[in-house]
């Protein structure tokens, strides 16, 4: 067997009978689900290697399509595997793949054009959050330095139509949506905590004013999807998990620089409507499946930003446990049920395997699961 295997296979095994696990759901046992004392940190090394292992093109810098030979390049994923990879170097206190960060630098903007600069704000600023978290582990400027060039470019999306916010593209400058300006939020604040720009707190603060004000429904915390897309001013009202967690990431990022409750108070509903939502969850207490393609990458970000919530220090007792619960739940199902081990690749519901291909997308939102999963145990709350 290949050492990839071994790794996904001992993940499982590791502990196996060593202590009573209390499930806060019981899985159907008709369907042949058997239940063992899951090895969140092997799980999650296992799962990360997989991802490399399948999907990266050392030669030219970045990941492919999917695990059969697709080379095509897509530029926003390429920011979500490399965040992949900093989750477990994080995670374990290691540079383990500190090779493929300066690859993944100089491969990536060669795929896209000779820079990091978009026709998309919004897969602009995915890369720039990833390369500043790259700065934060590796200390070399030339992520830094590529991060603030890139937010320079964003800032100029902001214009007056429907009364500011940072447009989606920059040939549709009037249709504002939620993937082009939370993630901005998160970007600007994060540049304010590491370098002190009080402009960058201003640009925080004024696109959440504007997100929160526009496409934020006050009485239930459900975040909607963009708003003027056919120039009448129309608020689109599709459910994405996507949305919902990087409003919640805004809203941390936020509450975290300033301690104002009403950010934390934001997070948590929104939080606790994407968890009781028949849009946006299973009756089976598992986020919806959103495909392949692009929205396979919709509930790993969710999670990204649902688990920074659950490890704030100021999140209420009660609603952590509830948090960490269907956490649990997600991330049981995925291991236990919609994951091919033998060739480590992830299901788009998290309770369905894939057969023998699985869109990079979809693979990064699986190994976002575990590898939160895996912080969650590190953290001693799983």
Known sequence: MKKYYIAFAMAGLLGMGACKKNYD??????????????????????????????YWNSAAGYFYKDNSGDNTFN????????????????????????AEYDQWFTGVPAKNGGSFLNHFYDDMEWNA????????????????????????????????????????????????????????????????????????LNWAK????????????????????????????????????YNQGIFIGSALEL???TKDPAYLNDAIKTADNTLNSASLTT??????????????????????????????????????????SFLKLNAETLWYQGTNKTLGLFGSYWKTPPGTTADLTTEESGCMLIEAAGLLNKNKQL
């Open 75 to 98: 530029y926003w994923p390429q920011a979500h595997a490399l965040d992949v990879m900093l989750d477990a170097d994080v995670r374990n206190g290691t540079k383990k793949y500190g």
């Open 129 to 200: 959050l990833a390369l500043l978290r790259a700065f934060d582990v590796t200390g070399d400027t030339k992520f830094k330095d590529a991060a603030a060039t890139v937010w320079t470019d964003i800032k100029g999306g902001w214009n007056t139509v429907q009364d500011g916010g940072i447009a989606w593209n920059k040939s549709e400058t009037g249709y504002k949506n939620t993937p082009a300006n939370a993630p901005a939020c998160i970007l600007a604040a994060r540049l304010y905590t590491r370098f002190n720009n009080a402009d960058d």
């Open 255 to 257: 509450y975290g620089i």
């Open 206 to 241: 004024n696109i959440y004013g504007w997100l929160k004000g526009h496409l934020y429904d006050e009485g239930s915390g459900f975040v909607y999807d963009g708003m003027n897309k056919n120039g009448d001013g129309a608020v689109d009202m599709n459910a994405f998990t």
């Open 25 to 54: 759901y019981d899985f159907s046992t008709s369907d042949g689900v058997v239940k063992y004392a899951i090895n969140w940190q092997a799980a999650a090394d296992s799962s990360t290697d997989f991802l490399v292992k399948n």
């Open 283 to 324: 009756s089976d207490r598992l986020l919806k499946d959103e495909g392949q393609g692009d929205g396979g990458l919709f509930k790993g970000i969710f999670i990204r930003y649902f688990t920074q919530l659950l490890l704030n220090k100021d999140l209420p007792d009660d609603t952590r446990k509830r948090y960490l």
